[in-house]
């Protein structure tokens, strides 16, 4: 879980500058706006509930966008979003903790700060209200440690995973906000059936309990289940909402890189209705 042999060189860059990442000073101490909450009143509005992506660039990305990220994360707000996911990683995506700090003052829906933590000082670099760990990255018991730590200072942890043995290793570490990233991180290609193939799975899961070695099916039924990457267009929202997505994670179709004008709160709201013809 924790060789790098094989994933994409832009992927082992990254978790190279991760390594060398110093964390906070102190113990950050978070009040977090819940995402879960923010989920179910969009749904009681009629809005699909869309976590908007404000990612400077990436190196899957056609270019860089340099606007004031908080104008960008308000026309996200603007357009529906039901929370807003701020890239805080440095060297490849241009992210920078100062940014989520100014919008999470700005906007006031949940904000999630999408990094490479590996240890926990890292998770004291900024607050937020939910944080990123990928599963991928980290031995299990790491991610168990990360996962109290982060409950310990008031985030809500979001776990990513790519597949189904990562998803159980997601549900034993207490998961309950998980993220199914459709683009792998060996080849950066992205497909929608990841998350079609790993859905069903995450709400009636066997979670084996340890002690007297018991299996308790607990299907939880509270997990927040979150389609990350690779969704661009109405049609995709609603595969992946048929498959199962409680909330969708998007980043690019929002940002348009290519387009360095593109109405970012156009683009939130196509996606954001893509349901409105269908009731
Ligand atoms: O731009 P996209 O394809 O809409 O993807 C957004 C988001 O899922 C993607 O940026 C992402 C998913 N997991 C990550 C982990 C780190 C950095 C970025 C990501």
Do not use: C, W, Y
């Amino acid at each position: 879980m924790e060789t790098d042999t094989d994933l994409a060189p832009a992927v082992e860059s990254i978790l190279e500058a991760a390594r060398e990442r110093p964390g906070g000073d102190e113990v950050v101490d978070v009040d977090a706006r819940s995402l879960p909450d923010a989920v179910a009143r969009a749904e009681a509005d009629g809005r699909v509930p869309v976590i908007a992506e404000v990612k400077p660039t990436s190196p899957t990305a056609d270019g860089t966008r340099d606007d004031d990220p908080v104008e960008l994360a308000e026309a996200m707000v603007a357009g529906g979003a039901t929370a807003i996911s701020v890239l805080t990683e440095p060297s490849h995506f241009g992210g920078s903790a100062e940014s989520l700090t100014r919008i999470r003052e700005a906007v006031d829906v949940p904000v999630l700060r999408k990094d490479f933590l590996l240890r926990e000082a890292q998770l004291d670099a900024v607050a937020a209200d939910l944080l990123l760990l990928i599963v991928r990255f980290l031995e299990p018991e790491t991610l168990e440690d990360l996962v109290a730590a982060a409950r310990e200072r008031g985030f809500q942890p979001l776990v990513e995973v790519h597949d189904r043995a990562e998803l159980e290793t997601a549900l034993e570490a207490g998961a309950e906000i998980i993220g199914v990233n459709n683009r792998d991180l060996a080849r950066l290609e992205v497909d929608l059936e990841t998350f079609e193939s790993v859905a069903p799975h995450a709400r009636r899961v066997t979670r084996h309990d340890g002690a007297n070695g018991d299996t308790a099916s607990t299907a939880p039924d509270d997990v927040t289940l979150i389609a990350e990457s690779g969704v661009s267009s109405p049609a995709d929202v609603r595969r992946m909402r048929a498959a199962g997505a409680d909330a969708l994670l998007v980043g690019s179709a929002i940002m348009d890189h290519g387009a360095g004008d593109s109405d970012v709160t156009e683009n939130t709201r196509r996606l954001v209705e893509a349901e409105d013809d269908e009731t």
